[in-house]
């Protein structure tokens, strides 16, 4: 119940196209879900995040859809560009915890 | 301001030995948390401190593994008799207030242990 499943753990897009990482939970104390993005050889950075109280929240590129009965909720990036290949790992506050998703590894291709 | 940051950035021992990982949070930051990151893998919690109360170590692999945090700044993961399945990416992080606020990550030490 603690967990969070994130897909799907590598992804290839063309430039330009739409990159879709998915992740579900089945915590329904969860009250926050980040999204965090890391470049290799670095810590991961806070990248975008939603309350449940709202279904999407876009921030340039970058857009989160949250669906609170499917309980799961989505990265979308849009044009996506080889400036963006990176592991992006979702995650989920409850409880005073914070539980990561596995990662998704993007490779954007030129 | 500075970022968090960690020491040493890169630390390779032999199996048996016992290591120790420094982490300064950013200043003002009242929760820390350690995780560990093995190669393609995700973020293994391992220890939250906030504040003064009692560390939440449920993440701790096992009893070799140990953190302290003094005077609420610095931590310290110490981890003893090293282990080959010990070599991972060790990251730390602050936040300001605690669970559910953003956590500003450290770049990590890549611990290998041969």
């Known amino acids: 119940q603690q967990q969070v499943k994130q897909s799907p753990q590598s992804l290839i897009v063309q430039k330009g196209g739409i990159s879709i990482i998915n992740c579900a939970y089945e915590?329904?104390?969860?009250?926050?879900f980040p999204w965090y993005q890391q470049f290799p050889g670095k810590g991961p950075a806070l990248l975008i995040a939603?309350?449940?109280?709202?279904s999407e929240k876009k921030e340039g590129r970058f857009t989160i859809s949250f669906n609170k009965s499917a309980k799961q909720f989505s990265l979308h990036i849009m044009d996506s560009q080889p400036g963006d290949s990176a592991t992006y790992f979702c995650?989920?506050?409850?409880?005073?915890?914070?539980?990561f998703g596995k990662g998704t590894r993007l490779h954007i291709l030129p | 301001g500075a970022g968090v940051s960690q020491s040493p950035s890169n630390k390779v021992t032999e199996k048996g030995k016992d290591v120790e990982l420094r982490c300064d949070p950013i200043?003002?930051?009242?929760?820390l948390y350690w995780y560990r990151q093995s190669l393609g893998q995700g973020l293994e919690f391992l220890i939250y401190?906030?504040?003064?109360?009692?560390?939440?170590k449920s993440g701790l692999p096992s009893d070799r593994f140990s953190a302290e945090r003094t005077g609420g700044s610095v931590s310290t993961l110490t981890i003893q008799r090293t282990q080959q399945e010990d070599s991972a990416v060790y990251l730390c992080?602050?936040?300001?207030?605690?669970?559910?606020?953003?956590?500003?990550f450290g770049p990590g030490t890549r611990l290998l242990v041969l």
């Open positions: 992080a602050s936040s300001l207030v605690g669970v559910g606020e953003t956590q500003y």
């Open positions: 915590n329904t104390a969860f009250d926050y």
């Open positions: 939603i309350r449940p109280d709202v």
């Open positions: 995650a989920a506050k409850g409880n005073d915890k914070i539980i």
């Open positions: 200043s003002g930051h009242t929760a």
């Open positions: 401190f906030q504040g003064n109360s009692a560390p939440d």
